[in-house]
């Protein structure tokens, strides 16, 4: 099974503030990964998908890049109703893997 | 308005069996592979299972955690996806998930998911 990993698992930031989360492939995955975003009690919510494509009415200020093995997410400026944890999902086999994700708190 | 609704959780012991339903309403449900995720308590996401559309053959697939334990089901008439657990295991408590797509055969992500239902396998 492709395993991944994300970093950092936990971020303590500041409203306004440029946030990056890196996600890595145990192997090529090209770019099907996907971006959710996800509050306490709640389902996830897909932000971006294909690695780069962001999904319809999510604020343009979340943006995704990479292939291969290496993938990102950016948050632009931070926004209160941000604070959430994010996890990274591989597309790319019947596995449909999750990264352990990462956790965005107020600083 | 896309809306998934599963249903069907609740507590049951060890060994025994249960019977998850996703009803959905706002899209063509016939047209859509349609999975199942779980998320233990305080842990990750996991993939459980999908069924494929009946235009890619309505096949389905598992993880390998559930494989002959747990099936996956639809009925297009009635716009449902089941999920039928036997076997339950402790280690199967979690709040399950619905959602639809089909990222490999459709390029379609899951880009809609359920409110989630709490599974709590105790005795």
């Known amino acids: 099974d492709i395993q991944l990993t994300q970093s950092p698992s936990f971020l303590s930031a500041s409203v306004g503030d440029r946030v990056t989360i890196t996600c890595r492939a145990s192997?090529?995955?090209?770019?099907?990964l996907a971006w959710y975003q996800q509050k306490p009690g709640k389902a996830p919510k897909l932000l971006i998908y294909?690695?780069?494509t962001l999904q319809s009415g999510v604020p343009s200020r979340f943006s995704g890049s990479g292939s291969g093995t290496e993938f990102t997410l950016t948050i632009s400026s931070l926004q209160p109703e941000d604070f959430a944890t994010y996890y990274c999902?591989?597309?790319?086999?019947?596995?449909?893997?999750f990264g352990p994700g990462t956790k965005v708190d107020i600083k | 308005e896309v809306q998934l609704v599963e249903s069907g959780g609740g507590l049951v012991q060890p060994g025994r069996s249960l019977r998850l339903s996703c009803t959905a309403s706002?899209?063509?449900?016939?047209?859509?592979?349609m999975s199942w995720f779980r998320q233990a308590p305080g842990k990750g996401l996991e993939w459980v299972g999908f069924?494929?559309?009946?235009?890619?053959?309505?096949?389905?697939e598992y993880a390998a955690s559930v494989k002959g334990r747990f099936t996956i089901s639809r009925d297009d008439s009635k716009s449902i996806a089941y999920l039928q657990m036997n076997s339950l295991k402790t280690e199967d408590t979690a709040v399950y998930y619905c959602?639809?797509?089909?990222?490999?055969?459709?390029?379609?992500?899951?880009?809609?998911w359920g409110q989630g239902t709490l599974v709590t396998v105790s005795s």
């Open positions: 959602t639809r797509g089909d990222p490999i055969a459709a390029a379609a992500p899951f880009d809609y």
């Open positions: 706002g899209f063509t449900f016939g047209d859509y592979a």
């Open positions: 069924i494929r559309s009946k235009a890619y053959g309505g096949t389905t």
């Open positions: 192997q090529g995955i090209s770019s099907y």
């Open positions: 294909a690695a780069s």
């Open positions: 999902q591989q597309l790319n086999s019947y596995s449909f893997t």
